[in-house]
């Protein structure tokens, strides 16, 4: 790295002596370098090559994860270094924020693909009642990491533990850890519940088996192995998003998933309610 006083520009020579421009890998980290002046680069910039937006600091290295950058937070891809926008999960602070279209986190009330979402004026979290929070915040752990063993979407997991349970307060749900309504399979432990069938677009009340689980994480595992088996059609190999993923519940190797037909509509609301989809895109 040389400074040249006259022209008010840091560039950089390499081993040979030659100026360097444009991209630049140099001790383990990105610069940018004008493609004319070889002048090095800080700040915003705009790569167009690769179709991303990335921010180089004082020292013109390119930055990862939560950066606050005059006065606003970002959020910038672990491994791209790419501007990240829309609804995210930060896992290690346990929430959900919203980043704009120019990066910056935004607080108060949005509206977000037709939904309006309230984010903390202070830490942007997404706000919603105790009782859902704290559901969601149990069980999303363990919702990611069986997404990622099964390839599946975090946010259809935990829309459906949410609808199935009723946010966990079902009695299925305190009484058998089980969290989406999972009928017995003839082996291990079972309850006797009363719960709603439909048929040939009739609603009738019935007792059935339900498996007992010895936890959320047993739960979530069990369901993920059922999507991976009989209804791959909606893991993100053979659906492109998640409404697709939702929609394909209906067309299981042994059938729909729910009678219920307006199933994946209700499952699709929640998860842009509340913001899931930020779970899909969770840093770690």
């Known amino acids: 790295f040389q400074y040249i006083n006259n022209q008010h520009k840091t560039v950089y020579y390499n081993n040979n002596g030659q100026m360097q421009y444009g991209q630049q890998h140099l001790n383990g980290y990105w610069y940018l370098f004008d493609g004319v002046t070889g002048a090095r680069k800080t700040g915003f910039q705009y790569i167009n090559n690769q179709h991303k937006t990335v921010y180089y600091n004082n020292n013109g290295q390119m930055q990862y994860g939560q950066q606050h950058l005059n006065g606003c937070w970002y959020l910038f891809d672990n491994v791209t270094g790419a ?53 969601f915040n149990s069980i999303a752990t363990a919702a990611q990491q069986a997404s ?7 946010s259809l997991m935990m829309a459906q533990a949410a609808l199935e349970s009723g946010y966990g307060d079902s009695t299925l749900t305190k009484n058998a850890h089980n969290l989406f309504g999972v009928k017995y399979s003839g082996q291990g432990s079972y309850v006797t519940m009363p719960t709603i069938e439909y048929y040939n677009g009739h609603k009738y009340s019935v007792a059935a088996k339900f498996q007992a689980y010895s936890s959320y994480y047993d739960s979530l595992e069990r369901y993920a192995q059922l999507i991976a088996n009989s209804f791959y059609n909606s893991n993100r190999m053979h659906s492109a998003n998640v409404a697709t993923a939702a929609k394909n519940l209906y067309h299981g190797k042994y059938g729909s998933y729910a009678t219920d037909p307006q199933y994946a509509d209700k499952i699709i609301n929640m998860i842009n309610l509340y913001g899931l989809l930020a779970y899909d895109n969770s840093e770690f």
């Not at 910056?104 to 984010?119: A, C, D, H």
């Not at 990622?148 to 975090?154: A, H, S, T």
Request: charged fraction near 15%; aromatic fraction near 18%.
């Open 148 to 154: 990622r063993r099964y390839n599946l979407y975090p």
């Open 83 to 135: 501007m990240k926008t829309g609804l995210y999960y930060i896992d290690y602070q346990h929430k959900v924020v919203y980043y704009a279209g120019n990066g910056q986190m935004q607080y108060g009330l949005r509206s977000i693909n037709g939904t309006e979402l309230y984010f903390n004026h202070t830490t942007g979290a997404l706000e919603m009642n105790t009782n859902i929070a704290n559901f």
